[in-house]
């Protein structure tokens, strides 16, 4: 069983910057890839980006490719989102997730294990 919490979500003005952190529970960390997806009000959840169990693998949506950078810590048992040059767009409750694999996925439904989620706000 793992437990994901997020944290770092907020307001903040369109360009600016935000980094959230999804630090999970339990000792097998490093045997999960891990996932950060998004959904805004009266729209599907969507994929964001998505980091391997050691961290030399991402892959990001389209929308946020050269804005957004996925890191994690095994150590810290901590996956981040470092999210620059916000739009109003990116506006939605983030979540993180983790799937008992090497590599990670860009579907939802592929996931174990989800958190309970971080609401960013992008201003204009």
């Known amino acids: 069983q793992v437990q994901l919490a997020e944290s770092g979500g907020g307001l903040v003005q369109v360009g600016g910057s935000l980094r959230l952190s999804c630090v999970a529970s339990?000792?097998?960390?490093?045997?999960?890839?891990m996932g950060w997806f998004r959904q805004a009000p009266g729209k599907e959840r969507e994929f964001v980006a998505t980091?391997?169990?050691?961290?030399?693998?991402?892959y990001y949506a389209e929308s946020v490719k050269g804005r957004f950078a996925i890191s994690r810590d095994n150590a810290k048992n901590t996956v981040y989102l470092q999210m620059n040059g916000l739009k109003p767009e990116d506006t939605a409750v983030y979540y993180c997730?983790?799937?008992?694999?090497?590599?990670?996925?860009?579907?939802?439904?592929?996931?174990?294990?989800w958190g309970q989620g971080t609401q960013v706000t992008v201003s204009s």
């Open positions: 997730a983790a799937v008992r694999a090497l590599y990670g996925r860009s579907v939802g439904a592929e996931y174990d294990y």
């Open positions: 980091i391997s169990w050691s961290g030399g693998s991402t």
């Open positions: 339990g000792r097998t960390f490093g045997r999960y890839a």
